[in-house]
């Protein structure tokens, strides 16, 4: 069977694409055994400007869409558990920065293991609540899917790469990608948002037909 490749453009801090790209796990998941699948992560940034020290998510979304967010969470964690993911929103008390954690995204390409980070990268925020900006979080994803200590705190803590992943997370939205997360599936059809199992489902189905035609 052809190989199909999938980009997907996310952000860590973004739970929706948590639930997005766990929902398309499970509709890859589902396809048969001789389909090769090759995933490709790309960087998008919620905030480029979030403060290093991170800040009170409760506060940033309160200012940002003017309302108690209790509800928001409450259906994202009821979408969640549709896909058999369980989530509690009021755990990760912070949005930290997510510039270092895209790095070492990025840099797990050359490892064979992108897929996986990603995948770490998100659970570690929103289902251990943990601060995604510290280098010591990151050496524990990192030492987990190929990497060493020493490589781990060699690439997160590179400003310079932290900007090439600001610079590629503006090109992606310069390039009309204004919400994640966000899939292009074999180069030509695009999905966005955290689509129904369903609807990955009969997309990637799809396109695993084309290309057999």
């Known amino acids: 069977m052809a190989d199909l490749r999938i980009d997907i453009f996310s952000d860590p801090v973004c739970p929706w694409c948590l639930v997005g790209i766990h929902r398309l796990n499970n509709a890859i998941a589902s396809l048969p055994d001789d389909a090769n699948v090759a995933i490709y ?97 990151l050496v524990e994803i990192g030492m987990a899917n190929g990497f060493t200590r020493d490589e781990v705190l060699a690439l997160v803590t590179r400003e310079d790469l932290q900007k090439e992943v600001e610079k590629a997370a503006a090109g992606a939205s310069q390039q009309g990608i204004q919400g994640v997360p966000f899939f292009i599936l074999d180069n030509k059809y695009g999905l966005s948002g955290a689509q129904p199992d369903e609807v990955f489902q009969e997309a990637l189905e799809t396109v695993i037909k084309e290309a057999a035609e």
Not at 89 to 97: A, E
């Open 41 to 137: 992560h790309h960087p998008y940034l919620l905030d480029a400007n979030a403060p290093k020290e991170g800040e009170n998510s409760e506060e940033m979304l309160r200012r940002k869409y003017g309302t108690d967010p209790a509800q928001m969470w409450d259906r994202l964690e009821e979408e969640a558990k549709k896909s058999g993911l369980d989530l509690d929103m009021r755990k990760q008390k912070m949005r930290y920065p997510s510039q270092a954690a895209q790095v070492l995204v990025a840099a797990a390409e050359s490892k064979g293991t992108q897929h996986a980070v990603s995948m770490a990268m998100s659970k570690a925020c929103y289902v251990d609540a943990l601060n995604i900006s510290d280098p010591e979080v």
